[in-house]
């Protein structure tokens, strides 16, 4: 069986190969909301959006600013997204007596609905293009730390007017890498409440094994309710539900937040990619990934502790697998190198884009410089040396005080204006901090720094004081007081000065080491990030000159529109339907013995009978996808809701830089099948009976 | 219960300070059989070997070849060893529907006895000072890489002359680092058969979570049989057995073959080791981890395959993880240099020592020329680029058709003529080679390989022939037709010239990558090790010269006696009995609600009321232990066998650089439970019958 699993990828290659020659990636795409492919949707699949529909369909999505999308299922509030979007909250509002993230929850009436105690929930309203306004405020004769400077000042104004005109969350977003720049301005929501959420053995049915595979059985899906003074906000533009789900071939639509892809990256920031970012961040999270087994091994309390950050490791572990696997095909950056080459001679050979040519130049000399600071750059200023949440929180608190005391435009982006209610949700969240997880996480990446450091660095000197990590981590998490709400506000509030003075072991660890942090990022904007963004606007300026087709930036965690249609494909010869069934889960379940994580819930059981066993489950579709689109609704020409994105197969994990319609897939939750289960197997009639109304 | 460990590890930490000042390292030393401390042992136990009794100990010690100790138990060929020893044989002799490892083994009669493919034991019987010869072969004015081919050719010589003479395997081993040679003789035993098992489930009680930890209840055992000419052997030298093992407070003996320590690595080389040397092996295994742990979700018959591998990781893992947190402590790298600052005091003051004044600089010398090739030796040399037997059995064809060539002084020192038995031992080996399991593995290291050179290495691009690791893999495994045995038969005799034309795919990339791995080879041969044998030669004559007391060597795996006394010890403020009960297996099972790894086997639930619950089960002790002294025998001043080592306590894994017997323990299966359990449980009366007679 691996076997074949392996000669398709073989497969898959040649396929891909084909590709690109013929260039025929038709459903390519994560489209602007104000740059809609209107010829692209009405030349291939005859279909013209009007401005209310896509109006109607940017209101409606929803984005969970803890990394993920949603959209809003009821004029009542009620917002779907998946399970393991929703595990965040779930595991935060969860106990050692209450297990929500695994047995589930279902509000019996309002009242029982569970608050989040940090979720923020935004809803895009509005989009303006910035661009020439930011650009004005660079001056071609500025050094790139000026340049950068400028930049931040002019985007933190922007913002800053925005928030006070519209009363709403206002980000400029770089779009291309720093081609253009919008303003996102979006109604936030901070009353979030958990309605309801199936078991974790339905919501991730097939566990790790199954994870990025096709065919699926996976209830993955959560329910939240979006509260305003105290009451269900009421919600104007909401998707209407489709009780079937879409038909075989139908096109579909999906709305929502990709979190990064690299497909506009020129072949140097690729290999640096390849060769440095990747094989870095991998080794991180296998470090981390083995921390969490073996603090859970140490009790079910442990393992329930530990259980929603190792989801979330290994899911990011295979995501980067499989990105890296592609990079490392020396057949696919030989494909990139070619059309980048192409691009340069067009460039050379137009005097219109003179200003152009050394781009590519630039941007490679960048990633030398990013080799140089890459580890003091993760280490300190990423944090990777301080895996801690109290650790993030003194430094937040550290910093804050620090930036407080300069004007808006000048500080650290993090901490203008604009954006400090939603990090003081976060900074002041409620949610529980395992002291002993914090130990186990933090020993570890002291030990990561000394040994990306050598033990002798006087960095690792300062942070370790004499101790080993271990010992050191147990200082630093023992001694603070940073687990409690009220000691974080009594410092937020206080001031410099208070900080200065405090005593406590992570504040002052915070405090130690933000000079050389800050430094470190300092040449990183100067030398890698204002470099990029000029060179890459060049580029983006080629390319849209050059190409006779629109393109669309690469993803940047901001709304976008992708479209496709549901499609079976061929694996290993196999022809896959393009949707799985109800009846398959238990099928399913028989053929892996019911042995976790192929063992259904005993809810599952007892309502078989009453189930139609014949309901699309899970469907397959060729929209172009990637993490941070997990709960993005899909919907049909009409607008009703047809499923929700909860993965793609293994096929698509490429499409960080490359996107193929042959083989790739999102994968999303019917509809149909949503309603079935809420009304025969969880007993929530009256619940799916506010769906899309 | 967490927090409570790691106040643990800083109380210590305290404990260990305190012994640096009072250096009352009582039962330290892993003692030369032909340089035991007489004195010591007479002096603190009042104990006086006879020479009769320290040859008889020293000829019922066995060593398993695979990695691991035994002993001879009885006159009919019975041998001892830990289960977690013998499993590199259970797996390689089961089979999807035979699963010796898992399930445990009893043959009801000789027929039954099933052979290893590989294993090779060997029982040392003479050793010989040849350090004389050695060093005289090497002259003072040759460079390091003509004294290193010189000291290579000596060894071999020698080795061969008494290999020719008695028909005995003739190792020269190095000791103390390059401060004396030693031969040593071993009667080979190659027929080595199966005897019983047990189930895994109480091999290995308790899994990785108990792993390294007491109170234990394991029964880590495993009885194989030596034939020779088809019958079993006639045994002269075994241990007799005490039914009752040793009493609390007694003095007990441990012979085994302690695998390797630093405790003489002068700082720079404990650097080495920190900074370089330990994170590169972890990230190394964490990705072999990660990759066996994927490998086996895919079905049982794959968990199977994976298992004994993927236990040895972890135990690795666990083990350096320990080690490096250790060397990560500030205090114990600056006790180790306050150590060395005295040393090198004395022979700066002494004419005497003048030629080892500049030992330390030298060996710190050799660590910086070591961190230059380390990455390139260990991908290339020991082959971390290509994780795959097959790899393994080319490379060792494509070399020995080239070292054939040459005179034996001249070979590569693993294909010398004394060596070629064990080499084809291993070479020609039945054991299955599962090619899904090799891809998976080797898909990974080609991907390593990538990310440690780049991706544009022009090795990397060698290696990879412009596919993706992924592809290259199944190219490589699925052409390879070295599986058969056959096969690596007729290439092994065809020379130079069929290993020349080959087309194998595994043959050819051995070919490909061996003129690069041979030279960084020889690079570190000349440069770091011959660099290193030197001045520790040198180290070595100071510290003889200096210390009143006698020294050991730093362990080489090759057959130590170590001593100390069953003893219990404190631990977060509570005292550890000095052992654990049968009955106590059962109440630990309770305990953990008989989740697995805590889920005792059926055979013992069955048992469970004719069973001496009071028998003492896993016992502690001080003796001075390290990997590779699994399955070492303990045995009492009468020489009578009271157990078999197993573990050490998670206080015991700085054991490699410093050692205490304040709280680091050994921990053994006492000779009493051992034949309760074969009697009561495993209805093997007969078997345990036979043990000592």
Same mark, same amino acid.
């Given at each position: 069986?691996?076997?074949?699993?392996?000669?398709?990828?073989?497969?898959?290659?040649?396929?891909?190969?084909?590709?690109?020659?013929?260039?025929?990636?038709?459903?390519?795409?994560?489209?602007?909301?104000?740059?809609?492919?209107?010829?692209?949707?009405?030349?291939?699949?005859?279909?013209?959006?009007?401005?209310?529909?896509?109006?109607?369909?940017?209101?409606?999505?929803?984005?969970?600013?803890?990394?993920?999308?949603?959209?809003?299922?009821?004029?009542?509030?009620?917002?779907?997204?998946?399970?393991?979007?929703?595990?965040?909250?779930?595991?935060?509002?969860? *106990?050692?007596?209450?297990?929500?993230?695994?047995?589930?929850?279902?509000?019996?009436?309002?009242?029982?609905?569970?608050?989040?105690?940090?979720?923020?929930?935004?809803?895009?309203?509005?989009?303006?293009?910035?661009?020439?306004?930011?650009?004005?405020?660079?001056?071609?004769?500025?050094?790139?730390?000026?340049?950068?400077?400028?930049?931040?000042?002019?985007?933190?104004?922007?913002?800053?007017?925005?928030?006070?005109?519209?009363?709403?969350?206002?980000?400029?977003?770089?779009?291309?890498?720093?081609?253009?720049?919008?303003?996102?301005?979006?109604?936030?929501? *901070?009353?979030?409440?958990?309605?309801?959420?199936?078991?974790?053995?339905?919501?991730?049915?097939?566990?790790?094994?199954?994870?990025?595979?096709?065919?699926?059985?996976?209830?993955?899906?959560?329910?939240?309710?979006?509260?305003?003074?105290?009451?269900?906000?009421?919600?104007?533009?909401?998707?209407?539900?489709?009780?079937?789900?879409?038909?075989?071939?139908?096109?579909?639509?999906?709305?929502?937040?990709?979190?990064?892809?690299?497909?506009?990256?020129?072949?140097?920031?690729?290999?640096?990619?390849?060769?440095?970012?990747?094989?870095?961040?991998?080794?991180?999270?296998?470090?981390?990934?083995?921390?969490?087994?073996?603090?859970?091994?140490?009790?079910?309390?442990?393992?329930?502790?530990?259980?929603?950050?190792?989801?979330?490791?290994?899911?990011?572990?295979?995501?980067?697998?499989?990105?890296?696997?592609?990079?490392?095909?020396?057949?696919?950056?030989?494909?990139?190198?070619?059309?980048?080459?192409?691009?340069?001679?067009?460039?050379?050979?137009?005097?219109?884009?003179?200003?152009?040519?050394?781009?590519?130049?630039?941007?490679?000399?960048?990633?030398?410089?990013?080799?140089?600071?890459?580890?003091?750059?993760?280490?300190?200023?990423?944090?990777?040396?301080?895996?801690?949440?109290?650790?993030?929180?003194?430094?937040?608190?550290?910093?804050?005080?620090?930036?407080?005391?300069?004007?808006?435009?000048?500080?650290?982006?993090?901490?203008?204006?604009?954006?400090?209610?939603?990090?003081?949700?976060?900074?002041?969240? *409620?949610?529980?901090?395992?002291?002993?997880?914090?130990?186990?996480?933090?020993?570890?990446?002291?030990?990561?720094?000394?040994?990306?450091?050598?033990?002798?660095?006087?960095?690792?000197?300062?942070?370790?004081?004499?101790?080993?990590?271990?010992?050191?981590?147990?200082?630093?998490?023992?001694?603070?007081?940073?687990?409690?709400?009220?000691?974080?506000?009594?410092?937020?509030?206080?001031?410099?000065?208070?900080?200065?003075?405090?005593?406590?072991?992570?504040?002052?660890?915070?405090?130690?080491?933000?000079?050389?942090?800050?430094?470190?990022?300092?040449?990183?904007?100067?030398?890698?990030?204002?470099?990029?963004?000029?060179?890459?606007?060049?580029?983006?300026?080629?390319?849209?000159?050059?190409?006779? *087709?629109?393109?669309?930036?690469?993803?940047?965690?901001?709304?976008?529109?992708?479209?496709?249609?549901?499609?079976?494909?061929?694996?290993?010869?196999?022809?896959?339907?393009?949707?799985?069934?109800?009846?398959?889960?238990?099928?399913?379940?028989?053929?892996?013995?019911?042995?976790?994580?192929?063992?259904?819930?005993?809810?599952?059981?007892?309502?078989?009978?009453?189930?139609?066993?014949?309901?699309?489950?899970?469907?397959?579709?060729?929209?172009?996808?990637?993490?941070?689109?997990?709960?993005?609704?899909?919907?049909?020409?009409?607008?009703?809701?047809?499923?929700?994105?909860?993965?793609?197969?293994?096929?698509?994990?490429?499409?960080?830089?490359?996107?193929?319609?042959?083989?790739?897939?999102?994968?999303?939750?019917?509809?149909?099948?949503?309603?079935?289960?809420?009304?025969?197997?969880?007993?929530?009639?009256?619940?799916?009976?506010?769906?899309?109304?």
């Amino acid at each position: 069986m691996r076997e074949e699993k392996h000669l398709h990828s073989l497969t898959l290659l040649a396929i891909w190969l084909s590709l690109v020659v013929t260039s025929a990636r038709a459903d390519e795409g994560m489209w602007l909301y104000n740059d809609l492919p209107r010829e692209l949707l009405k030349e291939r699949h005859g279909f013209e959006p009007t401005d209310q529909w896509i109006e109607h369909a940017m209101r409606a999505s929803v984005r969970f600013n803890s990394g993920g999308s949603g959209s809003f299922v009821s004029s009542t509030g009620l917002v779907l997204t998946n399970h393991h979007v929703g595990a965040d909250t779930l595991f935060k509002i969860s *106990t050692r007596e209450h297990n929500y993230l695994e047995d589930g929850f279902l509000a019996k009436s309002p009242s029982e609905e569970q608050k989040s105690p940090d979720l923020e929930l935004n809803q895009l309203v509005a989009i303006e293009d910035v661009t020439d306004r930011v650009n004005q405020a660079v001056r071609s004769d500025m050094s790139p730390a000026d340049a950068f400077a400028a930049r931040r000042a002019v985007m933190a104004e922007i913002e800053s007017e925005s928030l006070k005109q519209t009363g709403l969350r206002s980000d400029v977003v770089t779009l291309y890498g720093g081609g253009r720049y919008h303003l996102y301005r979006y109604k936030k929501y *901070t009353d979030v409440r958990l309605v309801y959420a199936p078991e974790s053995d339905i919501a991730f049915f097939g566990g790790d094994p199954d994870n990025f595979e096709y065919p699926r059985y996976c209830l993955d899906i959560c329910l939240f309710r979006v509260y305003e003074n105290d009451k269900p906000a009421k919600i104007e533009h909401f998707f209407e539900w489709s009780p079937k789900g879409a038909a075989d071939g139908e096109l579909v639509f999906v709305s929502g937040h990709p979190g990064r892809t690299s497909r506009l990256f020129t072949v140097a920031a690729l290999e640096f990619l390849r060769d440095v970012a990747l094989p870095f961040r991998l080794a991180e999270l296998r470090r981390h990934e083995i921390v969490l087994q073996q603090y859970g091994l140490d009790s079910p309390e442990a393992t329930r502790r530990a259980k929603d950050e190792l989801f979330s490791v290994q899911n990011s572990r295979k995501a980067l697998s499989g990105m890296l696997r592609g990079l490392q095909d020396p057949r696919l950056v030989a494909d990139k190198l070619a059309r980048e080459e192409a691009l340069r001679s067009q460039v050379a050979a137009d005097a219109k884009l003179k200003s152009g040519r050394e781009a590519w130049d630039q941007i490679a000399a960048a990633q030398q410089a990013h080799r140089e600071l890459f580890i003091e750059r993760q280490m300190l200023e990423r944090g990777l040396a301080f895996r801690s949440q109290l650790f993030e929180i003194a430094r937040t608190l550290v910093r804050m005080a620090e930036e407080d005391q300069k004007p808006n435009a000048e500080r650290l982006r993090e901490f203008r204006d604009s954006a400090r209610e939603s990090l003081e949700q976060q900074l002041f969240s *409620t949610a529980p901090i395992y002291s002993d997880l914090e130990i186990a996480n933090l020993a570890d990446s002291l030990s990561n720094l000394a040994e990306e450091l050598s033990g002798n660095h006087p960095l690792v000197e300062t942070v370790l004081t004499g101790k080993s990590p271990q010992d050191r981590a147990v200082e630093l998490v023992s001694g603070s007081g940073l687990a409690d709400v009220a000691e974080r506000k009594r410092l937020a509030t206080g001031g410099p000065a208070v900080l200065a003075k405090s005593t406590d072991p992570m504040i002052a660890l915070a405090r130690a080491v933000d000079p050389q942090a800050r430094a470190v990022r300092k040449r990183f904007e100067a030398e890698i990030e204002e470099v990029e963004r000029q060179a890459y606007a060049e580029i983006t300026k080629a390319i849209f000159a050059t190409s006779g *087709t629109a393109a669309y930036p690469d993803a940047t965690f901001t709304l976008r529109l992708a479209f496709g249609t549901v499609s079976g494909f061929v694996e290993d010869g196999k022809q896959l339907p393009p949707w799985t069934t109800i009846g398959g889960a238990f099928d399913h379940e028989k053929t892996h013995n019911a042995q976790p994580p192929w063992k259904l819930p005993s809810s599952w059981h007892k309502a078989r009978g009453r189930l139609k066993l014949d309901t699309p489950f899970n469907v397959v579709c060729t929209a172009d996808i990637i993490g941070g689109n997990s709960g993005s609704p899909v919907f049909n020409r009409q607008g009703q809701f047809v499923g929700i994105i909860f993965d793609g197969n293994i096929q698509s994990l490429s499409a960080d830089y490359i996107y193929t319609d042959e083989l790739a897939r999102a994968i999303y939750v019917n509809s149909g099948a949503i309603l079935e289960s809420l009304r025969e197997i969880y007993g929530a009639g009256e619940l799916a009976g506010e769906l899309g109304r």
